[in-house]
Every structure is written in structure tokens, then in C-alpha cells.
């Protein structure tokens, strides 16, 4: 090798090591580094990240942890009222996450100006705006993104799962020309167990033993309001047979009228953009639960919470 080719890897070297210990004293949890090349072309219909920033040459991702109290607070029973879930899940878990997601879209906006400062283009993409509607996707996925950046890993309930959290983070991430060393999908295959807790304990059975089997819009029966709307009944075949989400959710009206309740379940996702009203699998992932009872030597009844 060179000594201009040594020299130069040396730096990027040392660069990555800088900005990644940058990102840490920012307060973030967890940073890695994903090549472009490996989320262009993403098969959920996300834009490429040459898209949104051409001659981009690193994606930077970094996690926020969710406090292991906030995500483990007893939900109310499915015949409970929404306006319990509105003051008990609302006030705790949904104002820890929507705060998370505020703090990562402050977070990637600082990050973006500092590569800027440091001479290298660069366009933040937040936790969890913008979104297409018509396809449920944001500008690239974050979940692929920490993937491809050794952050964690997919597991079959379709949640990214870090070693050191499980499934309690939020992501945000920063599309730069910065020449950062790649981390690349180190963890893939060695975070999800397989367990067959988040199958077990998914309501709308969208859960199965592969991603692959993953049914999304099964999941999104749940994460709605239906189920709980409708005290508990499963998604309809018409409703996860749907070609196209934008048809699955002209069938709203027709559910609204049929159980009422399910009114005030949107009301809450429309008043806290995105209110998620199911959050079995990722209260329930073993992974979590582990991170959550080594860190407080935990071994209370909590795990069985609904």
C-alpha cells in the first residue's frame, strides 16, 4: 500500500473515531456508520439516499434509549377506557417517545450543521416526519439503515433489536459526503432470538417465525386503534387482504360505525401525530426485557404487564 493511499484511510479512520465519539457526548446512545449503496433500492418503496443527497458516501445512524419504566408502565386492560390509556399510556410512554423523537429530529439537525462546519454536505433525516401516506414509508428506513450500520438488527416482529436494548430505542440518522469509515451489518443474525414471545403476545397475529412472514397491515390493525377500538377483535381478511394500504383504509369508516370507540383510538394518533396504540411485541421482546432486568437486576412480575 501507498503511503498517500495509508495516509488517507488513516484519516478517514480518525475522522469516523472523532465524529462517532462527537455523537456520543451529544447524549445519543448508540452511532454507527451504513453505506448508501446498501438502501438504494429499498424493497418497502423508500427514496434512494443518492435521492436525497447525490454524492452522499456515508449514512451516520444514531439511537436515543427509551427509558426501561416508561416502556414497562401497565398499560389499561383492553376493556379499560381510552381515556385511561390516553392519561396513563399517553402521559408515560407516548410523551417519553414523542420527547425522544424531538430531541433525535433536534439531534440529526446539529449533527448535519456540525459535518457542514467540517467542510462535508450533509441532509439530516428525522425519527418520524416526513412520512407517504400512500405507502407508510419515510425518506429511508431507519430500521435498514441501523441495520446496515451494525446498530442492530431486524428481528421477525419487524422492530430493529440493539444487544444493549432491545427494541427500546428511536433512530434518526444523517446522509453525508463525509468519507466515514463503514460499520456495515455486523449484528445481523446474532441479536433476535427467535423466542416466539413478541408471536405470542402480538393481538392482531401479525407476528409469525420469519420477517418474512411479517403481515404489515395486520400489525397496523393494531398500532390504529382497532383492535382495542373494537374490544378486541382481529383484523378483518378484507381489511389485511387489501391491495394498497390507501384501500385497506378507505374501510375506516365501515369499522368506525361499526364499534365507536375506535373514533377516539384516531383521535389520539391525529392529536399526537401517531399515537401507537399496541405496543406488545416491543414491551414483550426478550431481548428488552433482558437489557431492562441486567441493568436494575430486575426480576419482578412486570414482564406480564398488558
Same mark, same amino acid.
Given at each position: 500500500?501507498?503511503?498517500?493511499k495509508?495516509?488517507?484511510?488513516?484519516?478517514?479512520?480518525?475522522?469516523?473515531?472523532?465524529v462517532?465519539?462527537?455523537?456520543?457526548?451529544?447524549?445519543?446512545?448508540?452511532?454507527?456508520?451504513?453505506?448508501?449503496?446498501?438502501?438504494?433500492?429499498?424493497?418497502?418503496?423508500?427514496?434512494?439516499?443518492?435521492?436525497?443527497?447525490?454524492?452522499a458516501?456515508?449514512?451516520?445512524?444514531f439511537?436515543?434509549?427509551?427509558?426501561?419504566?416508561?416502556?414497562?408502565?401497565?398499560?389499561?386492560?383492553?376493556?379499560?377506557?381510552?381515556?385511561?390509556?390516553?392519561a396513563v399510556?399517553?402521559?408515560?410512554y407516548?410523551t417519553? !417517545?414523542?420527547?425522544?423523537?424531538f430531541k433525535?429530529m433536534?439531534?440529526?439537525?446539529?449533527?448535519?450543521?456540525?459535518?457542514e462546519?467540517?467542510?462535508?454536505?450533509?441532509a439530516?433525516v428525522?425519527s418520524?416526519l416526513?412520512?407517504?401516506?400512500?405507502?407508510?414509508?419515510?425518506?429511508?428506513s431507519?430500521?435498514?439503515?441501523?441495520?446496515?450500520?451494525?446498530?442492530?438488527?431486524?428481528?421477525?416482529?419487524?422492530l430493529?433489536?440493539?444487544?444493549?436494548?432491545?427494541?427500546?430505542?428511536?433512530?434518526?440518522?444523517?446522509?453525508?459526503?463525509?468519507?466515514?469509515?463503514?460499520?456495515?451489518?455486523?449484528?445481523?443474525?446474532?441479536?433476535c432470538t427467535?423466542?416466539?414471545?413478541?408471536t405470542?403476545?402480538?393481538?392482531t397475529q401479525?407476528?409469525?417465525d420469519?420477517?418474512?412472514?411479517?403481515?404489515?397491515?395486520k400489525?397496523?390493525?393494531?398500532?390504529m386503534?382497532?383492535?382495542?377500538?373494537?374490544?378486541?377483535?382481529?383484523?378483518?381478511?378484507?381489511?389485511?387482504?387489501?391491495?394498497?394500504i390507501?384501500?385497506?383504509?378507505?374501510l375506516?369508516?365501515?369499522?368506525i360505525?361499526m !364499534?365507536?370507540?375506535?373514533?377516539?383510538?384516531?383521535?389520539?394518533?391525529?392529536?399526537?401525530?401517531?399515537?401507537?396504540?399496541?405496543l406488545e411485541?416491543?414491551?414483550?421482546?426478550?431481548?428488552?426485557?433482558?437489557?431492562?432486568?441486567?441493568?436494575?437486576?430486575?426480576?419482578?412480575?412486570?414482564?406480564?404487564a398488558?
Open positions: 500500500m501507498d503511503d498517500k495509508e495516509n488517507g484511510i488513516r484519516c478517514r479512520e480518525s475522522l469516523t473515531k472523532k462517532k465519539q462527537d455523537v456520543l457526548d451529544m447524549g445519543l446512545d448508540l452511532v454507527g456508520v451504513a453505506d448508501p449503496k446498501d438502501l438504494d433500492g429499498s424493497p418497502d418503496g423508500h427514496s434512494s439516499p443518492f435521492r436525497i443527497l447525490p454524492g458516501r456515508a449514512i451516520l445512524v439511537a436515543m434509549r427509551c427509558p426501561h419504566g416508561a416502556v414497562e408502565t401497565p398499560h389499561p386492560p383492553i376493556d379499560g377506557t381510552p381515556e385511561e390509556l390516553e399510556h399517553g402521559g408515560i407516548f417519553s !417517545y414523542m420527547s425522544m423523537n433525535l433536534e439531534h440529526a439537525l446539529n449533527i448535519a450543521n456540525y459535518l462546519k467540517m467542510g462535508y454536505k450533509s439530516p428525522s418520524t416526513g412520512r407517504d401516506e400512500t405507502r407508510w414509508v419515510g425518506p429511508i431507519l430500521r435498514r439503515a441501523a441495520q446496515q450500520a451494525g446498530i442492530g438488527e431486524i428481528g421477525v416482529n419487524s430493529l433489536l440493539t444487544p444493549e436494548f432491545g427494541p427500546r430505542v428511536r433512530l434518526a440518522a444523517v446522509i453525508t459526503t463525509a468519507p466515514l469509515v463503514i460499520d456495515g451489518p455486523k449484528l445481523v443474525g446474532k441479536v427467535k423466542c416466539g414471545a413478541c405470542k403476545h402480538c393481538p401479525a407476528v409469525h420469519s420477517l418474512n412472514t411479517f403481515e404489515r397491515k400489525c397496523i390493525w393494531g398500532a386503534g382497532l383492535y382495542k377500538g373494537s374490544g378486541g377483535q382481529l383484523p378483518p381478511k378484507e381489511w389485511y387482504e387489501s391491495e394498497t390507501p384501500k385497506m383504509m378507505s375506516m369508516p365501515k369499522y360505525e !364499534y365507536p370507540r375506535i373514533k377516539h383510538y384516531r383521535d389520539l394518533s391525529v392529536k399526537y401525530m401517531g399515537y401507537p396504540n399496541c411485541c416491543y414491551l414483550h421482546c426478550t431481548v428488552g426485557k433482558e437489557a431492562s432486568r441486567k441493568a436494575f437486576n430486575d426480576d419482578g412480575d412486570w414482564r406480564d398488558k
